[in-house]
């Protein structure tokens, strides 16, 4: 069983900066995904950033120009950089893979943006 463990959240002032890490307890093969969300209390969870193995990104519109995805597949690691946070970008972020045949969810890391 491959689980997901979260680092790097805290609490940030508006126009801070964070930087989260996902990193997988052993090395999967063939990782096609892996992708950060986030969720605030009564909403949805949203994608934030997603990563291929091939290297393509996309992110949410509202992330776009402030948060950059990245990854080590040696490591089975993903990582998300946020910059310029504000206050709409207080949530629970998790971190999610996919591989072959299965899906991965880590537990989450709250980011709270606030003066």
């Known amino acids: 069983q491959v689980q997901l463990v979260e680092s790097g959240g805290g609490l940030v002032q508006p126009g801070g900066s964070l930087r989260l890490s996902c990193v997988a307890s052993?090395?999967?093969?063939?990782?096609?995904?892996m992708d950060w969300y986030r969720q605030v209390p009564g909403k949805q969870r949203e994608v934030v950033a997603t990563?291929?193995?091939?290297?393509?990104?996309n992110y949410a519109d509202s992330v776009k120009g402030r948060f950059t995805i990245s990854r080590d597949n040696a490591k089975s690691a993903v990582y998300l950089q946020m910059n310029n946070l504000n206050p709409e970008d207080t949530a629970v972020y998790y971190c999610?893979?996919?591989?072959?045949?299965?899906?991965?969810w880590g537990r989450g890391t709250q980011v709270t943006v606030s003066s």
């Open positions: 999610h893979a996919q591989s072959l045949l299965y899906h991965y």
């Open positions: 052993r090395r999967v093969l063939n990782m096609i995904a």
């Open positions: 990563s291929t193995s091939g290297g393509t990104t």
